[in-house]
């Protein structure tokens, strides 16, 4: 019973330099999300995917991009990563018969340097 | 657009004491959700509310939603050392209840102190 689940937990990177988190579900949702916790600022959507095939932006997409491969994995890539984007990123996923109720990955930490 | 706020922003308490989070909103929740989070995990969900006046209860811990659906509160009752984490309210971003697109208030750090 994974639910979902994000990779990596952890990553440290350098200016500029570029990466992905991926994000699978296994609860056959539509709705695929990610957002960053920030201390002070809460959880801030970053992007979303209502179904496979369809992304919208959130609150703070700039610097991101996603991607739905498929309905179970939607990832999140940082083309050039900067020290603003240090957070930690939350997946989530949600879907019809469940009240639209949100389920979370454990979450990754990212350190730009 | 739609704004949560949540009081207070931390909390330090006595094992056994009963302490209330509240969640205000700028407009009308339409879905409030309540998350618990320890540190360094993920959310959890506790509860959702929909209806104006709705109460719902897990174990102890307890959550309002009010008649006018633009204030909730969560309740602890004889909190315990378990209970320590960080409490966010989470509400859908349009108001509309559907879209499952949720927007969360800045969390409320809870310390149960033995």
């Known amino acids: 019973n994974a639910g979902v689940t994000q990779t990596p937990k952890f990553q440290v990177l350098k200016t500029g330099q570029s990466m992905t988190l991926q994000c699978a579900q296994d609860m056959n949702h539509n709705s695929m999300y990610w957002y960053r916790q920030d201390p002070g600022m809460g959880l801030r959507l970053i992007y979303y995917?209502?179904?496979?095939?369809?992304?919208d932006k959130g609150e703070v997409p700039n610097g991101y991009n996603v991607s739905r491969l498929n309905k179970r994995e939607f990832s999140l890539r940082l083309e050039s990563a900067a020290p603003s984007q240090t957070s930690v990123y939350f997946c989530?996923?949600?879907?019809?018969?469940?009240?639209?109720?949100?389920?979370f990955g454990e979450g990754s930490w990212l350190t730009v340097v | 657009s739609q704004e949560l706020e949540q009081s207070p922003q931390s909390l330090i308490v006595q094992e056994g004491k009963n302490l209330t989070i509240n969640c205000t909103s700028s407009k009308t929740l339409y879905g409030l959700y309540w998350y618990k989070q320890k540190y360094g995990e993920g959310l959890i969900f506790l509860m959702m509310?929909?209806?104006?006046?709705e109460e719902k209860s897990h174990e102890k811990i307890t959550a309002k939603l009010d008649e006018k659906k633009q204030q909730s509160s969560l309740h602890i009752t004889a909190s315990q050392p378990s209970h320590a984490g960080i409490y966010l309210c989470?509400?859908?971003?349009?108001?509309?209840?559907?879209?499952?697109?949720?927007?969360f208030g800045q969390g409320t750090t809870l310390q149960v102190k033995p």
């Open positions: 989470g509400a859908d971003a349009h108001g509309s209840g559907n879209t499952g697109k949720l927007i």
């Open positions: 989530a996923s949600s879907g019809p018969g469940q009240g639209n109720t949100i389920y």
């Open positions: 995917s209502a179904s496979e095939g369809t992304t």
């Open positions: 509310l929909q209806k104006g006046g």
